[in-house]
């Protein structure tokens, strides 16, 4: 089956390639994202594979059913960027990976709050420059604090495993409560208490409509003064500008990212050399008490392996006309 690979980095090229000799689809690689302006590329092309800042609105869909486009392979977990109403109308069969790596994002969650605590891209700065001094850069033990899990699916209960190994008390909020959770040891908060109780947050939760901007100015003022929080979800979780707010008061103790409500355009580019105009961005690696990192958490080798044989096995049952063992379906 021809496939339309879309925001096709060198990474994705190697595993694709690789995954693909036990399946034997044809692959043409496209460097620029899916959208209304590049849609035209996909003409002729049976499916399409697409990853997280890639569009596939109403407008994009149609666009791709009228070039033959039957099916659009999500190489990744969440699917906000999808119009899975205008897929269903269309005909159009939406698949993503349901699961890769729980591990991957997880670790690259702990990696950031340790970095943020201690301060450790800040201390690699001073001593590139032979300053050895340790002022400013105090942080405190994981051991004894709570930790707020957003999210107790498979990547949050893989954290919470973490985090209860520091020595934390975890608490934990989930719309959908899981047993597997409360097996670890952690259990789930009271209402209001994340905030008022966690040293330590972490949102490992879809992007959907009900919980776009779910940390706000609201929630971050609710929240312990001197907290860190961490993200590595899908950036529409958290609402920048109040926590830019929280981070110039003083209220919020320190805030890092993986993802951004505004990444499209930016984030796996190499911009070094030209003026990034987005100030909000900009804005926020200013603080000294925030990390950004460019959607990483993802990026083992074990997890982009398993997000490429897991893509091209559900391409291959569409062809097959089997059923799509990881369909997405309007519920």
């Known amino acids: 089956m021809k496939i339309a690979v879309f925001s096709a980095q060198p990474y994705d090229r190697q595993f694709l390639e690789a995954a693909n000799a036990a399946e034997g689809h044809e692959l043409h690689y496209f460097e620029m994202a899916l959208g209304l302006e590049s849609v035209a590329l996909a003409a002729g092309f049976q499916a399409v594979c697409i990853f997280v800042n890639d569009v596939a609105d109403a407008n994009v869909l149609e666009a791709l059913r009228g070039g033959g ?33 729980p591990y991957s994002v997880a670790e690259h969650a702990v990696a950031l709050l340790l970095a943020l605590n201690r301060k450790i891209h800040r201390a690699y700065n001073r001593t590139r420059d032979s300053n050895f001094a340790l002022d400013g850069l105090m942080g405190f033990d994981f051991h004894g604090k709570t930790a707020g899990v957003v999210g107790t699916g498979k990547i949050g209960r893989v954290f919470a495993r973490i985090m209860l190994g520091f020595g934390c008390e975890v608490i934990g909020y989930d719309p959908y409560r899981s047993a597997d959770f ?60 109040a926590a830019i707010q929280s981070l110039k008061s003083g209220h919020l103790g320190g805030l890092a990212l993986d993802v951004y409500e505004q990444e499209g355009g930016v984030f796996f580019r190499d911009l070094s050399s030209t003026v ?12 000294p008490n925030v990390i950004v990192t460019g959607h990483q958490a993802f990026f083992t080798r074990e997890a982009i392996g398993t997000i490429c044989e897991t893509t091209l096995r559900s391409v291959s049952e569409f062809a097959r006309k089997a059923p799509l063992s990881n369909e997405i379906r309007m519920t």
């Open 69 to 101: 486009t039957g099916l659009v392979a999500l190489r990744c977990t969440g699917f906000n960027n999808v119009d899975l109403a205008a897929a269903k109308r269309l005909g159009v069969k939406v698949v993503r990976v349901v699961d890769y790596s």
């Open 182 to 241: 409360e097996a670890l040891g952690a259990r789930y908060a009271a209402p209001g208490e994340i905030g008022a109780n966690a040293d330590i947050v972490s949102l490992h939760c879809p992007l959907t409509p009900e919980n776009h901007h779910i940390v706000n100015a609201e929630t971050l003022a609710r929240m312990k003064r001197g907290a860190l929080l961490v993200n590595t979800s899908r950036g529409g979780l958290l609402d920048t500008d």
């Open 276 to 287: 990034v105009t987005d100030d909000v961005l900009q804005r926020l690696i200013s603080f």
